[in-house]
Each structure stands twice: as structure tokens, then as C-alpha cells.
């Protein structure tokens, strides 16, 4: 078992996992990538479970299950699994997958390590195989690169009702930096812009709901994020047809970066224009995407209130909690966040504004206005570009 690496171990939320001593894999300068080691576990993403573990336990709670099974496709150490088995009430069976037999012999130790041999059982296949033969309550995709291949067998695997969480660590192509391996692997082209990260999750959530309806299936967004150069989203999947879902939910992007006019319109919304609105060849288009909400309101309020309870109990990062506090707070506000920095370049301002103080003098002035999880410059506002400016000094 031991031969492969050295192990370590670490302790996440109520999990203590063995994993391979990354320092062993460092090159000269001191850098490791966790894809160097024979077994995969990356601790930067220890953020990102925390919040899966909360995502989990309020989806039970709103759902009204009282027990779900789980399905980790490629479970690595299997520490996003385990946390969920241990940190979760709730979940009565998980399936922990990985073709990489190092992995999953490593996982199974640490299932045992963890007390949960009776709930959790270890896979050793490739991912297709997997969901193509095992259904479950929550099926979580969390692979290195796209989870574009995934999607398909992973929507044909969760029950109706059920949770698919996919995490895309692929961000060139979705910020608008390759936009043709965007097209390639999601069917969509991406526009470079400082929304970008937003954009990302529009594509993502684009490409299951296009996905989800070659099977008749409808998606609805659960919780949508970008963290430590990731993006992760959480739809509920639905095994049913609903007429003009398509047309009402997916859309393109409009955006001229002479001016940072941007817009966000449905295929539905194009379809009853009586003209062109965007005549002028200073205009991008970006799309298709996701057009409609990237939260469920009530989910929002209950994963900031579920991690601020749970942070100190389960040792969770406290970058968690202000972002689900951040996302609380901008859930309701205008898509298509603008930033500071981009504003005063395009406009040659003296002075780049603290995005606050923007906040505040536009909400002020009755314009809905907020923050953004997105970008630490970045701002919401149903105010136009016109009316930031006034409010600039």
C-alpha cells in the first residue's frame, strides 16, 4: 500500500486523510503541483470542500430528504467524499470513484481510518462506467481539467430531484483567453472582459442545461461559485420536459468595451426585439450562456448561516464564510458585474474608487448595488456605466 509514496496525514473539518507527502514531488524552486503525485490531493482545494460540506447539508434540509446516496466520480483520497459521510447527516451511502487503482487503494484506507466502512464503498473504474451502471442522490464531477465528457453520463445518473455538483478548473477557455477551445469542449464562444469569471459560470451552467435537454431533463441552479482559480456550480436536476426552458434560461452576452456597456439577453428576450440594438461593430458577443439566476435565494441564506455556525465546530476557512456572505448579498442584484480598475483604465481616471464607496453613493441615490464574490474590484448596480461615472468622486 505504502510502496507508491510517502504518506502524511491531514486533518479537513472531521476527516483525517493520508495522503502523499507533496514536498517529495517539489521541483527546484520549491513548487509542487498536486497532479505530480501518484495519488491526487490538492490542500488549496480545502476551502472548496468546506463549502461543498454546507452545500450538501442545507440541500437535504430544503429538499426535505431525509437520506441521500453520493456518488464521488473521481475521488482522489477520497477526502470530498468522506467529509460528506462524516460532516453530512444524511447521507447513507457514498460511492467513492477513481480509475487510478493508487487512489483508490489509498481511499479505501482512509475509509477505514475514518470509521465509515459501513456507508462508503470504493470503485476502481473509469467514470463513464460508473454512471453509466450506479444512479444516485448526489453526484459530485470534480476532475482535473474540464468536466465537459462528464456531464452527459453524470445527468443520466442523478435521480430526479437530485444534486449534480461539478467543479471546471479548465479557466482559459471559459474566461474568453481560448475562446475556440471554449467552442470546442462547451459550445460556446467566450469573450475576454472583466467580468470574465462570471461569464465562466454562465457557460458551465449553459452546458448542462443543453446537455439536460437531449435527456429531457431541466436544471435548476443551486449555488454557483469562483475560488482559488476554479468555478464550481450546483444545479438540481429534474427528469422532466418544460416547454420553452431553453429560450427563456440561455442567451448570449452583449458587450463593448469602448464604452463597458454590457447586457445579458435570453433567446426569448432577442426574439421580440423589434431592432438592433447593438448596431455598432465595437460590440462583442459572447454565448450561448445561462441568462437567469445563479442562486437559489433561499439556499443562499441558508449556506451563510449553516457555514457561520459550523466554522468553528468543523475548523472551516474563514474565506468560506465571507464569500457565501458576499454571494448572500449580491443574489439579487444585476448580472455582469463591473470593476473599478477596468473603469478608471477605459476612462482615464486620476482616481480608481474603492468599490464601497461606489456601493454606498449608488445605493444611496436609489440604485440597487452590491459587491461581488466574483472579483475583489468588482461591483453590482442597476445603475449605467453614465451614472457610475457621476458618482465616481
Known amino acids: 500500500m505504502r510502496d507508491f509514496c510517502t504518506l502524511t496525514e491531514s486533518r479537513e473539518g472531521r476527516a483525517v486523510i493520508r495522503h502523499c507527502d507533496l514536498s517529495a514531488y517539489a521541483d527546484t524552486r520549491g513548487y509542487v503541483d498536486p497532479i505530480w503525485a501518484p495519488v491526487f490531493y490538492n490542500p488549496r482545494m480545502k476551502c472548496s470542500r468546506d463549502l461543498s ?9 430544503l429538499s426535505g430528504k431525509s437520506e441521500v446516496s453520493v456518488i464521488d466520480a473521481m475521488c482522489g483520497t477520497g477526502v470530498r ?18 480509475i487510478n487503482p493508487k487512489a483508490a487503494a489509498l481511499t479505501r484506507e482512509n475509509v477505514s481510518l475514518n470509521g465509515i466502512t459501513d456507508i462508503a464503498s470504493i470503485s476502481n473504474m473509469e467514470a463513464h462506467a460508473l454512471l453509466s451502471s450506479t444512479k444516485a442522490d448526489v453526484i459530485d464531477i470534480d476532475p482535473f481539467g474540464t468536466p465537459a465528457p462528464f456531464i452527459h453520463p453524470a445527468l443520466k445518473a442523478v435521480k430526479h430531484g437530485g444534486l449534480l455538483c461539478v467543479t471546471a478548473t479548465d479557466l482559459p477557455p471559459l474566461l474568453g483567453i481560448y475562446p475556440s477551445a471554449c467552442m470546442r469542449k462547451y459550445f ?13 459560470v454562465r457557460i458551465l451552467l449553459y452546458f448542462i442545461a443543453r446537455e439536460a435537454a437531449k435527456l429531457g431533463r431541466i436544471i435548476k441552479p443551486f449555488y454557483s461559485y469562483y475560488l482559488d482559480h476554479h468555478i464550481r456550480v ?16 440561455i442567451g448570449f452576452i452583449f458587450y463593448n468595451p469602448r464604452t463597458l456597456e ?51 465546530n468543523y475548523i ?60 475583489p474590484k468588482g461591483f453590482r448596480t442597476a445603475a449605467g456605466i453614465g451614472v457610475v461615472l457621476e458618482n465616481w468622486h
Open 53 to 61: 460540506t454546507v452545500i450538501l447539508s442545507v440541500y437535504l434540509e
Open 81 to 98: 467524499g468522506i467529509r460528506y459521510a462524516l460532516e453530512v447527516p444524511g447521507v447513507s451511502r457514498v460511492i467513492l470513484n477513481d
Open 188 to 200: 460556446s464562444f467566450s469573450i475576454e472582459t472583466e467580468f470574465s469569471r462570471e461569464q465562466g
Open 234 to 249: 450546483c444545479v438540481i436536476v429534474e427528469r422532466k420536459e418544460k416547454k420553452g426552458f431553453l429560450e427563456e434560461n
Open 262 to 312: 454590457r447586457q445579458l439577453m435570453s433567446i426569448r428576450g432577442m426574439l421580440h426585439l423589434r431592432e438592433k440594438p447593438f448596431s455598432s461593430n465595437t460590440w462583442k458577443v459572447g454565448g450561448p450562456v445561462w441568462t437567469s439566476e445563479l442562486w437559489d435565494r433561499e439556499a443562499t441564506r441558508k449556506i451563510r448561516s449553516e457555514y457561520s455556525m459550523r466554522q468553528s
Open 316 to 375: 472551516l476557512c474563514k474565506r468560506g464564510l465571507r464569500l457565501a456572505e458576499r454571494i448572500e448579498s449580491e443574489r439579487d442584484m444585476p448580472p455582469l458585474y463591473y470593476t473599478t480598475e477596468k473603469i478608471a483604465s477605459t476612462y482615464k481616471l486620476d482616481v480608481e474608487q474603492s468599490p464601497q464607496t461606489l456601493v454606498e453613493k449608488l445605493a444611496s441615490k436609489g440604485y440597487p448595488s452590491s459587491l461581488t464574490h466574483f472579483y
